[in-house]
C-alpha cells in the first residue's frame, strides 16, 4: 500500500514562477525523502529531511515538514525548463528495510 | 565511474521464458533493491537485500526471486515471465537501509509478450 500521496498529480507553470508540490502519509515516520525522475531515467535524491526537522534548503528547493498532519512539501523556486520532471516524495516502508514511494507528481515548465 | 549498472537497457520477452536482470554496483553499499514502475502506480518494491546473504520481500514479490551472493550484485529473476511484468525495472542501493539516500540505476524496460 502507498504510504506518500503526492498532490497535485500534474502541475503546469511558467519559467521564473515557483512550483509546490505536497506529500501526505499515514504512519510515523524517521525521515522523508524526495527525489525526482527525468523522462526515461532513473530517480535521483533531492534531499532527506529527518523527523525532528522542520524545514531544510537545497539551491532552489525548500522542503517543509509538519509531522503532526503528517504531511511535507518541496517547493522550487525560479523554476526552469530543465526541472521538467516527475517528483516522487518516499519514506521507510518500515524502520531500516525500504522506501516506499507515491506515485508523484509530473512538473512541466515551460518557457 | 561510480554508480550502478543495470543490463539489458531493454527486452521483448515471449511469456513463459526466464529471464535474469542484472544490477551490479561500486560503491561498496550495504543494500541494495529492486522496483517496478507502471504507469499511474509509481514505483513499488519488488524485493529488497539489507546485506550480502540476506533478501527480503516486498510489496509484489510473486514471480520474482532475487540472491544476493556478494555485496556489488543483486540479479532478478523472472522464472517464468507474464504479460502482466511487463515493467520498467529499477535496481536501486544505499549505504545501510533506508534511512539513507537511494541511487538509482538506469532501469530495465521489459516488454513480456
Known amino acids: 500500500s502507498q504510504q506518500g500521496e503526492e498532490d497535485p498529480q500534474a502541475l503546469s507553470i511558467q519559467e521564473g514562477e515557483n512550483a509546490t508540490m505536497n506529500c501526505s502519509y499515514k504512519t510515523s515516520i524517521n525521515n522523508l525523502q524526495w527525489y525526482r525522475q527525468n523522462s526515461g531515467r532513473g530517480l535521483v535524491h533531492l534531499i532527506l529531511i529527518r523527523s525532528n526537522e522542520r524545514e531544510k534548503h537545497s539551491g532552489r528547493l525548500r522542503v517543509t515538514l509538519d509531522t503532526s498532519k503528517k504531511s511535507s512539501s518541496l517547493l522550487i523556486t525560479a523554476s526552469r525548463a530543465a526541472d521538467t520532471a516527475s517528483y516522487f516524495c518516499a519514506t521507510e516502508r518500515q524502520a531500516g528495510t525500504a522506501l516506499i514511494f507515491g506515485k508523484g507528481t509530473t512538473l512541466s515548465v515551460s518557457s | 565511474i561510480a554508480g550502478i549498472t543495470q543490463a539489458p537497457t531493454s527486452q521483448i520477452l515471449a511469456a513463459g521464458r526466464r529471464m535474469t536482470l542484472r544490477c551490479t554496483q561500486d560503491m561498496r553499499h550495504n543494500a541494495m533493491y529492486w522496483y517496478r514502475q507502471d504507469l499511474g502506480l509509481g514505483l513499488r518494491l519488488i524485493h529488497y537485500?539489507?546485506?550480502?546473504?540476506?533478501?527480503g520481500k516486498g510489496e509484489v514479490p510473486d514471480g520474482y526471486s532475487v540472491s544476493r551472493a556478494n555485496t556489488d550484485d543483486f540479479p532478478l529473476t523472472l522464472a517464468s515471465a507474464v504479460p502482466s511484468q511487463t515493467s520498467v525495472y529499477f535496481c536501486?542501493?544505499?549505504?545501510?537501509?533506508?534511512?539513507?539516500?537511494?541511487?538509482f540505476g538506469p532501469g530495465t524496460r521489459l516488454t513480456v509478450l
Open positions: 537485500s539489507n546485506t550480502a546473504g540476506t533478501t
Open positions: 536501486a542501493s544505499s549505504e545501510q537501509g533506508s534511512y539513507n539516500e537511494q541511487f
